[in-house]
Nanobody, 115 residues
Framework: QVQLVESGGGLVQAGGSLRLSCAASGSIFGIDAMGWFRQAPGNPRELVARVRSSGSTSYRDSVKGRFTISRDNAKNTVYLQMSSLKPEDTAVYYC?????????WGQGTQVTVSS
């Protein structure tokens, strides 16, 4: 079994920064990709950023230049550094990982950006 534990959400003013962390633990034989999704009330869950085992990254257009995803392979941990936050970034952020060819989700962490 694999668990994803997230941390780092909270309340921040527009223009501020937050860093999210997600640590994977359990029976891990290989991590193909790790990433972050978010879901605001009334909206579908959307991909924010992803980092693959190759190290390649991808971002949704609205966060490019503001968010940076990184990964510590030794710790099976992925980070999302969020800067220049906007009220429209407010959502529950979910860690996602493709591990051992299976898809896993974290419990979600709330990010609220006040104007």
């Amino acid at each position: 079994q694999v668990q994803l534990v997230e941390s780092g959400g909270g309340l921040v003013q527009a223009g501020g920064s937050l860093r999210l962390s997600c640590a994977a633990s359990g029976s891990i034989f290989g991590i193909d990709a790790m990433g972050w999704f978010r879901q605001a009330p009334g909206n579908p869950r959307e991909l924010v950023a992803r980092v693959r085992s190759s190290g390649s990254t991808s971002y949704r257009d609205s966060v490019k230049g503001r968010f940076t995803i990184s990964r510590d392979n030794a710790k099976n941990t992925v980070y999302l550094q969020m800067s220049s936050l906007k009220p429209e970034d407010t959502a529950v952020y979910y860690c996602n990982a493709l591990i051992n060819l299976a898809n896993y989700w974290g419990q979600g962490t709330q990010v609220t950006v006040s104007s």
